[in-house]
Every structure is written in C-alpha cells, then in structure tokens.
C-alpha cells in the first residue's frame, strides 16, 4: 500500500504544497458500502418501523393493572356477536388461502451424465476427422480451427460414439443408441442417490430440441423403467437450448395440479443425427460448440421432502420473441445450398439476445430485486421521462438478489456479454465458464452442470439463491430462481468429482 505523504530520495517527508486539494471523497471512499447500507435499510425499513410501535405497545400493556384487564374483559363480554363474526372471517379467510395457495415445488436432487472418457475429442482430433471426412473444403477447415480456439472450450469435451468413426455413421440407430446412454446415465445416477422407485414417479418431461423419433424419447424411458400406466409424460422439441427451463415451469404446472406425487425432468441433445457436413460458415458453428450431454431432475410437491430436498423453486419467468422475424429466424434448421441440413446461426445472435434478456429481467426484477434497487432504478426513470433529464439508466444490481449465477453455457461471447451488461465479478461467471471449459455446449442441461460446479466447490449455503438463465431458438430467455434450503452438499458422482481440484483454469483466447 503506498503512502499518502510524497517523500524526498532521503526519505524524510516533503513539505505539503499549500495549493494541494483536498482528496475526491468519491474517488476514496468505497461506494459499495454505502449502497449496502442504503440496501440494508430499506429492505428492512417496515421492520425498523415496526420495532418502536411494538414497544410502545410492550410498555402501554406492563403498565395495565387487574382492573383494566378486568375492564377490558368486560367489554369483550358483551361484544359477543362481533367477536363471533371476527373469528368466523379470520377462520374462513385462513381456511381459503391455505386451500388456494400455490403448492411448494422442492427439487430433491438432480445429475448430470458424464460421458465416458474415450468419447473426449481433442482439437488435433476434431481437425484430423474433420478433413478425413473430405466433406470440408480448406476455408472451412481453417475457420473451424479458429473457431475452436476461440471458444472457450477445451480439449475434454465430448462427442458421440457416431462421429469418432470414420467416415461418421449418423444413423438412426446410433442417434437412438446416444440418447439411450446420456439419458439412462443421468436417470442411473438419479434413482440411486434418491432411492425413489420409479414407479412412484407421476409426471415425467423430457426436451430435446433436434432428435425427435418415433416412439418419442419419453416413450423410451417408460419402456427402459415400466414406469406406471397413468404417467403423465411429455416431450418437448424444437425449443432449443431454454428448453430445460420451459420443461421446469411445465413440470411445476403440473405438480400445482397433481398432489402428493415426483415429477422428473429430463434435459439432453443429440449430435449423432444433427452433424454439419457442409461448408456455409453459419452452420460450422455448432460442429465446434455442442457436445454430448445431459441431466435428470427430481421435483417434489410433497411437503415431507421439503426437509431433505436441495432447493425450491421459487419463479420461472419465460420470454417469447417469436413475434419478430429477425428473432424467428437468428437460430434456424435449414439446408444449404447443396441440400446439406443443420442450424444456422445469425450475426444478430447476440444483438436478439440481449433485448430478450431486457425484456426477462424487466419482468425479473420486481420479483428478486430488493426494495432499494426498485426504487433507484424507478427513481432515474421518472427523472428521464418527466424532466428529460439526462441521466444513465440506472441498472439494478442483481448481485443484491442473488449469490449464484448458472448462464448458459451457449459460447465465450454469451459469458462475456451478461458478465459485463449485469454487471457481475468474475467468480459469478466461473460456474458456466468452467463448464463451458470441460463439457462444452451442453444445450438445456448446462445450466444444470453450472450448478453441480457451484456444489461441488462447496459454495452453496441456506437461503442462497440460484439464478439459471437460458436462452434458446425461436427466440427464447428464460429464467429460473431456486433457494437453497440447507447448505447444499454434491451427490454422489457428479461429473466434477474427479476433476474439480483443477479448476477454475485460466482460458487463454
């Protein structure tokens, strides 16, 4: 720390300049204390109203003698008829808002597929079969190396066992025989550290958004566990990667509905049938991002799991910019024009993204932020709409309502950007970074490897609250906020467990 008092090549302190100003208290003092104090305050503003009603009312109610209560006895007496009606009301409005009220959603537990390790492609890797395939020409090969480089990604990730072969076998039977293994893993894994049967499971959701077969993939996990007759399942696709939380808020739906019952959410992608061999440079793009992955989720309505559930759910707020073309169409399944099929992603991808994530976090706010936030925030937009003020909008700081952070893992570029528009410290990003790192895209279900990282470093505490931010085709951001409901321990075989000790890692670009 240096000195405040300049000081001579001898040492001895230099006389003070009397034209020395004084030092910008705003420059100085930090400003992070005096908004935490104005947040505590206001937040706890009723309560600090309430503490001297109270006691005046202590004080007041010490100072009454027998007879006064005798008195007070009396009047009580032969007011019979109103009290009647009184307690009748506060009975019967009780009796409605108990009946009425939303139902707690716990999440019990959840896993994340960890896909075996001769199923990791190295960038040498990935380039060698690229060009072995003789499907790229050498412009696409170089932009796909840069793209590699470029994405955050490393050289752990994985791809399915169809693309390994040479030449590539993206059939029907190896897109089946892919979503089977990520699927039933992550399902394995689930069942085994909750002990829940599967037959006990009531309502099951499954989303993926580019392998859609007959029977559908919930159909397969019925067929693979026997679950019951009367389950109530669904299968979501073409939803993209916000489609774990869209399955999540359907899930709750449901669990409103259906008392005392599990429901499962499941969240993968396949790759083995939705590969791009061709050369439109729009369409390369996810060859280098997505890769083999998946999550199992345990949801409960039960009020006896809330003591040995993780989290509970505590809003999905959903936004749909379908309405607008541009939106529509920036990530879209298309044939090139050699009649080569994959998904293409539009230059405006970050541009949608982000005014979908306006529009989220406009309906967010009110819902998480404190009081103060709300108020500052209104505060400078009165003053810019009514006085034209020229005044910076003010953006609410969401580090106040939440202490994690799951975005999802869609490329560098998406970390970046909500990094620096929300405001946020590098340890808020290092969850979807990480995973990014080691797992790369993993769709819906990355969200769900950001928080297995979270838990793993031991950082999740009780009343913590999580928020997971997706964004997916059509064009979709969707969010989901979960509250620890004790100081949340990683389950058995998490896909960190074995490699945790050697991150964070510095990801060079």
């Known amino acids: 720390m240096s000195s405040d008092h300049p000081t001579s090549n001898g040492g ?8 020395r100003r004084l030092p910008d208290f705003l420059q100085s003092v930090n400003l992070k204390y005096v908004k935490l104090g104005y947040h505590y305050l206001m937040t706890h503003l009723l309560t600090l109203c309430l503490v001297p009603l109270m006691a005046v009312i ?17 009047q009580l007496k032969y007011n019979l008829v109103s009290v009647v009606i009184c307690s009748t009301v506060v009975v019967f409005g009780s009796t409605v808002y108990i009946m009425t009220r939303p139902r707690s959603v716990y999440l019990v537990d959840f896993s994340c597929y960890r896909p075996p390790d001769h199923l990791q492609v190295k960038f040498k890797q990935f380039m060698e079969h690229s060009k072995l395939t003789g499907d790229f020409d050498d412009s696409s090969l170089e932009f796909q190396r840069k793209i590699l480089e470029r994405s955050g990604i490393g050289e752990e990730t994985y791809v399915p066992e169809a ?3 040479i030449p590539p076998r993206p059939s029907m039977a190896a897109a089946r025989e892919e979503a089977g293994q990520v699927m039933f893993g992550a399902l394995d894994n689930l069942f085994a550290n909750t002990n829940i049967k599967p037959k006990d499971i009531g309502i ?18 019925v067929n693979k566990y026997k679950l019951r007759g009367n389950i109530r399942s669904f299968n979501l696709g073409g939803m993209g990667c916000s489609a774990g939380v869209i399955a999540i808020d359907l899930a709750k739906d449901m669990l409103q509905v259906h008392r005392n019952t599990y429901a499962v959410v499941v969240s993968t992608e396949n790759i083995t049938q939705n590969w791009y061999f061709g050369n439109k440079k729009s369409m390369l793009i996810p060859n280098c991002l997505f890769r083999v992955g998946g999550s199992a989720v345990l949801l409960s309505n039960k009020p006896s799991d809330c003591r040995r559930a993780k989290y509970k759910l505590v809003h999905v707020v959903r936004t749909h910019r379908g309405s607008d073309d541009k939106a529509f169409k920036c990530v879209y399944q298309e044939q090139d024009d050699n009649g080569k099929t994959g998904v293409s992603l539009s230059k405006d991808l970050m541009a949608i993204a982000g005014g979908a994530l306006k529009t989220n976090i406009t309906t967010l706010g009110p819902l998480v932020l404190p009081i103060s936030e709300q108020l500052l925030f209104f505060g400078t937009l009165v003053a810019k709409r009514l006085f034209n003020a020229k005044v910076k909008p003010y953006i609410p700081d969401f580090k106040l309502a939440f202490e994690h952070f799951c975005i999802h893992a869609g490329g560098r570029a998406v970390i970046d950007e909500l990094e620096k528009n929300l405001q946020l410290e590098p340890v ?6 990480m995973t990014l790192h080691r797992f790369g895209n993993t769709s819906s279900s990355s969200i769900w490897y950001e928080l297995a990282y979270t838990e793993v470093k031991g950082r999740m505490r009780k009343r913590n609250r999580v928020w997971q931010i997706a964004f997916g085709s059509g064009f979709k951001c969707n969010s989901a906020v979960w509250e620890a409901l004790r100081n949340v321990k990683p389950s058995p075989n998490s896909p960190w467990e074995d490699c945790i000790k050697r991150y964070p890692v510095d990801i060079a670009v």
């Open 12 to 19: 001895s302190p230099l006389q003070i300049q009397p034209t």
């Open 58 to 74: 202590v004080v007041e109610a010490s100072q009454m003698n027998p007879n006064d209560i005798h008195q007070l006895w009396f």
């Open 163 to 165: 693309m390994h072969s």
């Open 204 to 221: 099951l959701v499954v989303n993926c958004s580019l392998f859609n077969p007959t029977p559908s993939l919930s159909a397969m996990i």
């Open 428 to 433: 808020h990003v290092e969850a979807s970074r």
